[in-house]
């Protein structure tokens, strides 16, 4: 997964910054078409697929009251997801969704945290820290998933997340929206 955050990270910056993505909020299903890439031939897995979480935020004082805007997201690389020829099943395309489904997750994981903070005096130090460890969070599910599920290899374990993914995006249901603000006294 490091692997692909740092190609992805490249990808940004040669690119001036655009990399083609679409958000969850825009379409929350994969379908083989959202896989672009050009498959790692070499590699063990039949597919990856890309995904990854953003936040952008501002406040705004207005005398004693603090004003906090903030917008997460998850997202969906397809240039770089990829699926080797003659791979495309349903049960595949099931065991990639979550993979974007856990991304969501920790979106929602990191909007609630967000609505939850109360600004000090270094809001930006704060924030930051709280991405970092959301998005630790992340990296570590989807790496323990793969495990896990050995790449969906295994399909009681699969069964087992699916589940437990359900269950999570069930628990952050009111974090879904993408866009929050709120106001401090």
């Given at each position: 997964m490091s692997k692909f955050f740092t190609i992805l990270l490249i990808l940004v910056f040669a690119n001036n910054g655009y990399?083609?993505?679409f958000s969850y909020a825009e379409k929350s299903n994969l379908d083989w078409s959202d896989f672009r890439g050009?498959?790692?031939l070499s590699s063990n897995f039949d597919s990856a697929?890309?995904?990854g979480i953003t936040y952008q935020w501002s406040?705004?004082?207005?005398?004693?009251?603090?004003?906090?805007?903030f917008e997460v997201d998850s997202f969906c690389y397809p240039s770089l997801s990829w699926v080797k020829k003659g791979q495309m099943t349903d049960y595949l395309l099931a065991h990639e969704q979550l993979h974007f489904d856990i991304s969501e997750v920790h979106a929602r994981m990191m909007r609630k945290r967000l609505k939850e903070?109360?600004?000090?005096k270094n809001i930006r130090k704060d924030l930051n820290q709280m991405y970092k460890l959301v998005e630790r969070m992340r990296v570590n599910m989807q790496e323990r998933y793969d495990e896990e599920t050995d790449h969906s290899r295994n399909k009681e374990a699969q069964k087992k997340w699916e589940k437990k993914i359900e269950?999570?995006?069930w628990f952050y249901r009111d974090h879904k929206k993408k866009i929050n603000y709120f106001v401090t006294p």
């Open positions: 990399v083609e993505r050009k498959p790692d697929v890309n995904t406040y705004s004082k207005d005398q004693n009251d603090l004003e906090l805007k903070y109360k600004p000090g269950t999570l995006m």
